[in-house]
């Protein structure tokens, strides 16, 4: 199929569900396709692994400070974590769940075998995650909704999953919160309550993106110097710009 076939084919996988108005808009790359919603990336979809130079390579990188396999994703959208994971020789087991699977079908279509084992689940992120048995060495809070324009937070993100997903993990497990503006609290307070089940946590801003990452656990991280030289470290590896772009600071917890 020629390029712009296949540009049309994916938009058209994409129109499925949506609205002319609120549908993600599909933007071609040089490395594959990227998925826009009112002005915000939701996915990058890689054709081969390699760097994103965006905000889904720090997800990657924080996935890599937990050696374990498992590993749940709560909005996978496209997928555009997993080209910059891969390339950082992670070969954990992934696990995705989305409302919405044309992205999902998006990053079947652009992606190759090197996208290694992953399970997806077309269903709502709470009750795919209520109903897991077995518990994950990292989780990846990854939600977003459009409205107005913009792409915020969504409520659940912020009020039931923290605690859900703190309970899902293993004891050793790793969170991973990709934060975006609430339009009902501050940063100061979303900041608060994503991380109040936890007892430690980092947080990661960046110069040119105003999402913040936490990466949050219950039992203690390693210093927050040696995580900004490993994440760096993961980044450098694929040549991700991104690790000129942020900043990593120990997150205080505070417990009543």
């Not at 996935?63 to 070969?91: E, Q």
């Not at 077309?122 to 977003?144: C, G, I, R, Y």
């Not at 927050?224 to 917890?253: A, C, M, N, Y």
Request: proline fraction near 5%; hydrophobic fraction near 40%; charge should be positive.
């Amino acid at each position: 199929m020629g390029r712009i076939r296949f540009i049309q084919a994916l938009n058209a996988l994409l129109m499925n569900g949506h609205t002319e108005s609120s549908k993600p808009e599909l933007q071609n790359t040089k490395q594959g396709a990227r998925l826009v919603q009112n002005g915000s990336v939701l996915s990058e979809v890689l054709s081969e692994p390699g760097p994103t130079q965006s905000v889904f390579d720090i997800l990657a990188a924080a996935i890599m400070l937990n050696n374990k396999n498992r590993v749940g994703i709560l909005g996978f959208a496209a997928g555009g974590l997993i080209g910059p994971l891969r390339s950082m020789n992670g070969h954990q087991h992934l696990f995705g769940v989305d409302r919405d699977e044309a992205g999902f079908k998006l990053f079947q279509r652009v992606s190759g075998d090197w996208r290694g084992k992953i399970n997806f689940v077309h269903s709502d992120a709470v009750e795919w995650l209520n109903a897991q048995k077995k518990p994950f060495d990292v989780l990846v809070e990854d939600l977003s909704v459009g409205r107005d324009g913009d792409v915020f937070k969504p409520t659940v993100s912020i009020e039931i999953l923290p605690e859900l997903i703190r309970s899902k993990l293993t004891p050793s497990g790793i969170a991973i919160f990709n934060l975006l503006p609430s339009d009902h609290c501050s940063w100061t307070n979303m900041i608060q309550k994503v991380s109040a089940p936890f007892r430690y946590g980092i947080v990661i801003k960046f110069e040119s993106f105003y999402n913040k990452i936490l990466i949050l656990s219950v039992k203690p991280l390693t210093s927050t110097p040696k995580i900004s030289r490993l994440l760096r470290k993961f980044l450098s590896g694929i040549e991700s710009s991104i690790s000129h772009d942020i900043q990593v600071r120990t997150l205080v917890i505070n417990k009543s």
